[in-house]
């Protein structure tokens, strides 16, 4: 009896030092990262002149080529599908006004017709148009 009651202490004690060391499969599912979630870039508000502008009728997309304020002498590209921005960048275009935008730094591998960007590329959601050419 006495040795059936110390295997018994034993097996108890040897199962409650393990059993911090091994996890329920609840437990392991919550604590592991998520995957297929994707960063997106900050929100970022630039201002400058708008030196072209191109669109493609099969996307509805316009590209702008914007030639920024700060730093002086660098140039992005600009993306968009709505109408009203398009038409406040033609605008912008046409008087020499200047503008600030607000998007985001995009990863885009070439334009829509092919080539190779060599310039930044943001989609921006925001335009505002300014009575001054400064």
């Known amino acids: 009896?006495?040795?059936?009651?110390?295997?018994?202490?034993?097996g108890l004690l040897i199962l409650l030092l393990n059993l911090p060391l091994t996890q329920t499969h609840s437990a392991a599912t919550v604590n592991q990262p998520v995957s297929g979630v994707a960063l997106m870039p900050p929100m970022v508000q630039l201002s400058g002149h708008v030196t072209l502008i191109n669109c493609y009728a099969p996307s509805n997309s316009c590209y702008?080529?914007?030639?920024?304020?700060?730093?002086?002498?660098?140039?992005?590209?600009?993306?968009?599908?709505?109408?009203?921005?398009?038409?406040?960048?033609?605008?912008?275009?046409?008087?020499?006004?200047?503008?600030s935008f607000v998007g985001q730094n995009v990863m885009i591998a070439s334009p829509?017709?092919?080539?190779?960007?060599?310039?930044?590329?943001?989609?921006?959601?925001?335009?505002?148009l300014y009575n001054k050419t400064l």
């Open 64 to 99: 702008a080529v914007i030639e920024l304020r700060e730093p002086p002498g660098k140039a992005i590209v600009v993306r968009t599908s709505e109408q009203k921005l398009q038409s406040l960048l033609e605008t912008a275009l046409a008087t020499g006004k200047l503008i």
């Open 1 to 10: 009896m006495r040795i059936l009651l110390k295997a018994i202490s034993l």
């Open 112 to 128: 829509p017709r092919g080539g190779t960007w060599n310039m930044e590329v943001y989609a921006i959601d925001e335009i505002t």
